[in-house]
């Protein structure tokens, strides 16, 4: 039996830009979203930030990728429609999805806060939903000086630079590494001191060497952690509100995506790129 094509599979129709194979390229892709349930919140997607496990994903990177794949878990939009049951929002509201859509509210970890650990997690692109259907995601409808005065910065390290890593051995208490792309541990844990921890955030493509000694002879750490449940992720929103925190993007037309991945590949963008959906993302028909 044949299954339904991604447009059919729903009743609303949707319009994005999804990647057909391991090239990674991007190109407009007709799907649908299912109709609003109870507990559902539709809303119309504004903007989508550029992720580099984005960049993962469209090339297969990780082994996982299901094709085809509608990347995009950075987005912010507005409310245009709240199931029966929905109580915190309202037609109109502004709102934002992050890296999952739905956990299963009943095991220990959802039971806590932590739905990113929830082994029924599904994710806002390239999982299955409760009825077997695939999620798609958003991408549809100086530096020194830089970091000390516009970022806030007490002082910068330049990681390749092997004088400065020299005079900083043993003097962090915690390095949270968000790098991507394979890279070497050990100089990073030199920077730490003994009892010190290495929290990764970052997901490299390929296992990362961890010496055993390094760790043994400084009593020092390795760890990971994955996004945040919905109650951290409402206090970092929050706090990034009341303190007036605001991220520095570049904000690009859907159709630049593709050189937007090359870009990002090369590290040639301040800080992330974030495409106007609402207004440069248009279907063919």
Same mark, same amino acid.
């Given at each position: 039996?044949?299954?339904?094509?991604?447009?059919?599979?729903?009743?609303?129709?949707?319009?994005?830009?999804?990647?057909?194979?391991?090239?990674?390229?991007?190109?407009?892709?007709?799907?649908?979203?299912?109709?609003?349930?109870?507990?559902?919140?539709?809303?119309?997607?504004?903007?989508?930030?550029?992720?580099?496990?984005?960049?993962?994903?469209?090339?297969?990177?990780?082994?996982?990728?299901?094709?085809?794949?509608?990347?995009?878990?950075?987005?912010?939009?507005?409310?245009?429609?709240?199931? !029966?049951?929905?109580?915190?929002?309202?037609?109109?509201?502004?709102?934002?999805?992050?890296?999952?859509?739905?956990?299963?509210?009943?095991?220990?970890?959802?039971?806590?806060?932590?739905?990113?650990?929830?082994? !029924?997690?599904?994710?806002?692109?390239?999982?299955?939903?409760?009825?077997?259907?695939?999620?798609?995601?958003?991408?549809?409808?100086?530096?020194?000086?830089?970091?000390?005065?516009?970022?806030?910065?007490?002082?910068?390290?330049?990681?390749?630079?092997?004088?400065?890593?020299?005079?900083?051995?043993?003097?962090?208490?915690?390095?949270?590494?968000?790098?991507?792309?394979?890279?070497?541990?050990?100089?990073?844990?030199?920077?730490?001191?003994?009892?010190?921890?290495?929290?990764?955030?970052?997901?490299?493509?390929?296992?990362?060497?961890?010496?055993?000694?390094?760790?043994?002879?400084?009593?020092?750490?390795?760890?990971? !952690?994955?996004?945040?449940?919905?109650?951290?992720?409402?206090?970092?929103?929050?706090?990034?509100?009341?303190?007036?925190?605001?991220?520095?993007?570049?904000?690009?037309?859907?159709?630049?995506?593709?050189?937007?991945?090359?870009?990002?590949?090369?590290?040639?963008?301040?800080?992330?790129?974030?495409?106007?959906?609402?207004?440069?993302?248009?279907? !063919?028909?």
């Amino acid at each position: 039996m044949v299954g339904k094509l991604p447009e059919e599979e729903h009743p609303i129709k949707a319009f994005g830009w999804a990647a057909r194979d391991q090239s990674g390229v991007l190109s407009p892709f007709k799907f649908s979203r299912r109709a609003t349930g109870e507990k559902d919140v539709q809303f119309k997607v504004l903007y989508c930030g550029m992720c580099h496990s984005d960049l993962h994903m469209v090339k297969n990177e990780w082994g996982n990728t299901q094709y085809p794949l509608v990347p995009g878990h950075e987005i912010v939009g507005i409310v245009t429609e709240v199931g !029966s049951k929905v109580e915190k929002y309202k037609v109109g509201d502004r709102v934002g999805v992050g890296c999952m859509v739905g956990s299963c509210r009943s095991c220990d970890s959802c039971h806590n806060n932590l739905e990113n650990y929830c082994p !029924s997690m599904i994710l806002t692109y390239g999982a299955k939903y409760y009825d077997g259907t695939t999620t798609y995601g958003g991408y549809s409808d100086i530096m020194k000086q830089e970091a000390l005065e516009r970022l806030g910065a007490d002082s910068f390290l330049v990681s390749t630079d092997q004088d400065e890593l020299k005079g900083a051995m043993g003097t962090f208490d915690g390095i949270i590494d968000t790098v991507s792309a394979v890279h070497p541990i050990v100089p990073l844990l030199g920077l730490l001191k003994s009892s010190g921890k290495l929290v990764m955030v970052g997901a490299p493509e390929k296992p990362l060497e961890l010496p055993a000694f390094s760790l043994i002879m400084g009593r020092k750490i390795v760890g990971g !952690s994955c996004i945040g449940g919905m109650k951290e992720t409402q206090e970092m929103i929050d706090f990034a509100a009341k303190h007036n925190i605001k991220a520095d993007v570049e904000v690009i037309p859907a159709d630049y995506v593709n050189t937007a991945m090359e870009r990002m590949l090369k590290s040639d963008v301040r800080y992330r790129f974030v495409i106007d959906v609402a207004n440069t993302m248009k279907s !063919s028909s």
